[in-house]
């Protein structure tokens, strides 16, 4: 009797334990999708800076699909700011490149210091690989709407 006891113990902690991690992996995706996306200055905006179809977060079955998911979606945030920083470090002077050469560097190290912080609350989860990729992809956003600005100005001086 007592050894059934524990078996339903043990099932009943692993079926919250699911719910709860499933719960976490929810509510972190909708927080996601509620983020607004970047407003990006329509006369630096091409076919690299649009923003990308986020219906993957919606269709995702499993927690495979939404690491594959948040990787792309960083990836394609991270093709976006490198088509603008490239579109920026042609624009000015020498002086001005070094200095935002060395701001560069430092915004790339915080925000991916930042992002490994993000990744710990789920540490030892299946979840980790996407934490950390939406935590870059909404950073990398955040710098696009930065450079674009810096760049209409740039354009418009």
Request: charged share 20%; net charge negative; with cysteine.
């Amino acid at each position: 009797m007592q050894k059934q006891v524990s078996t339903i113990t043990g099932i009943v902690i692993i079926v919250a334990a699911a719910a709860i991690a499933f719960g976490g992996i929810v509510y972190f995706l909708k927080l996601q999708t509620t983020n607004p996306e970047p407003q990006i200055n329509p006369s630096v905006q091409n076919s690299n800076t649009k923003i990308i179809d986020r219906s993957c977060i919606d269709t995702a079955k499993s927690t495979a699909d939404i690491n594959v998911c948040a990787s792309n979606l960083y990836k394609a945030a991270d093709l976006r700011l490198n088509t603008l920083y490239q579109k920026i470090t042609a624009k000015i002077d020498v002086n001005s490149l070094n200095q935002f050469i060395i701001a560069d560097q430092s915004w790339i190290k915080n925000r991916d210091e930042t992002c490994k912080i993000v990744a710990v609350v789920y540490e030892g989860g299946s979840i980790v690989p996407s934490a950390e990729s939406f935590c870059l992809e909404s950073l990398t956003n955040d710098r696009i709407k930065e450079l674009s600005d810096i760049l209409y100005t740039v354009l418009n001086d």
